[in-house]
């Protein structure tokens, strides 16, 4: 059993062995680019600069039933020497993009979000293969209910390789970077290692678009030119409705938002390969 004092040096000396060596690396990706940054504008869009794919994936349940998965939509094409912005109020009349609708509707984006590390924000949970950290950072994307429970049942009672399974993928895959799952005796932390890459979800049991998940260490930079924390996995707002900007807070589906993809005609394809759930497999 860790203390809570215990718990946030693990993951302090964790978190900053993981700055050292993305410093080490020069913070590059795929042999020279440079880290890819989401910059916030004020009260308006997200610019995206750098080498990062942007795609659109549904949330639907897996074959078998047992777990919901993200199914490729499509891959929107843009040039890695172009800014991309990406609209934050919501009304854009060409979404994902924005179109400047945000400075009609007089769009208030102020930011409101705790800047504090993970590791202060987040409770622990452990168990007897693995531990689960959480900080209450909620999209509502589901992933983190499994074939036999949800993820902190999972953590918390799970004695078998296949119930770890369970909880680190239903962790993993959590897009807002909520739950990060460890091994529970060496303190080694479950993460996937993505491309930086841009996913716009679409939640089509819900009936609603959902947020921007942003993953692989893609740099998020304040309306005031300051980073947020560094995070594999972060999720923020689209509909501009979110009450923790710039983050989602699961507001889409109180507004109802949706946007124009094509997942809303059925447009939707495979299981997107960016993501496992199966670690152990």
């Known amino acids: 059993m860790h203390t809570g004092e215990e718990h946030r040096r693990d993951v302090r000396e964790r978190e900053e062995r993981e700055r050292n060596e993305r410093h080490d690396d020069g913070e590059r990706h795929d042999g020279g680019g440079e880290r890819p940054t989401m910059t916030i504008v004020p009260h308006g869009p997200y610019v995206v600069r750098g080498k990062v794919r942007i795609v659109e994936d549904a949330i639907v349940p897996a074959a078998d039933g047992t777990h919901l998965e993200y199914d490729r939509v499509r891959e929107i094409e843009t040039k890695d020497d172009e800014e991309v912005a990406l609209c934050r109020c919501g009304h854009s009349c060409h979404t994902p993009f924005c179109d400047g609708t945000h400075a009609k509707v007089g769009f208030d984006g102020t930011e409101t979000a705790s800047r504090a590390p993970y590791a202060e924000r987040a409770d622990e949970?452990?168990?007897?293969?693995?531990?689960?950290d959480d900080d209450n950072r909620c999209a509502y994307a589901r992933?983190?209910?499994?074939?036999?429970?949800?993820?902190?049942?999972?953590?918390?009672e799970g004695n078998t390789v296949p119930l770890e399974d369970e909880a680190i993928a239903g962790a993993w895959n959590c897009p807002t970077g909520r739950l990060v799952s460890m091994n529970a005796h060496t303190r080694e932390v479950y993460e996937q290692h993505f491309e930086p890459t841009i996913v716009l979800l679409e939640d089509i049991q819900e009936g609603d678009?959902?947020?921007?998940?942003?993953?692989?260490?893609?740099?998020?930079?304040?309306?005031?030119g300051k980073p947020y924390e560094d995070r594999n996995r972060y999720a923020v707002c689209r509909c501009g409705s979110s009450e923790n900007e710039p983050f989602c807070d699961a507001m889409h589906i109180n507004v109802q938002f949706r946007d124009a993809s094509p997942a809303w005609a059925g447009a939707i394809g495979s299981t997107d390969p960016l993501f496992d759930y199966h670690p152990h497999a």
Do not use: N
């Open 125 to 132: 949970y452990e168990g007897p293969l693995v531990d689960l």
């Open 143 to 156: 992933m983190c209910h499994q074939a036999h429970g949800d993820v902190w049942t999972l953590t918390e």
């Open 209 to 224: 678009s959902g947020p921007i998940f942003a993953a692989g260490h893609i740099r998020l930079v304040g309306a005031d």
